[in-house]
């Protein structure tokens, strides 16, 4: 039986189980952190991708003032999002508030 490397496998469990939906999912969340970082620095801890489905990406923000500059920068995210193949998915960007735990 000759070598086979270990992606291989991997893919086919992925396939298997179902999993490669959230795999996609949790790449795109991932590269949209990475561009948050790279390019919107002091926004990275601000704005966080949390899922991806069906084309349309939410990404939750701390307060009202995150929520608006986010907003502000759509068209702008949209243009980075065209010039990676694995964000070229994104149809739709939700913007929501992250829950606040009262203790």
Known sequence: MPFQPAKDFLITAAK???LHRQAGASLVCERVR???S???PAF???WTPTKFENG???IEVTDSAA???LYLRTMELGELFEQDEALSSVEDVRIVRKNKINN
Request: aromatic share 16%; no cysteine.
């Open 16 to 18: 298997k189980y179902n």
């Open 67 to 69: 929520s608006s500059e």
């Open 44 to 46: 990275k801890e601000l």
């Open 34 to 36: 990475k561009i948050f």
């Open 38 to 40: 790279d390019q919107y």
């Open 56 to 58: 349309n990406l939410v």
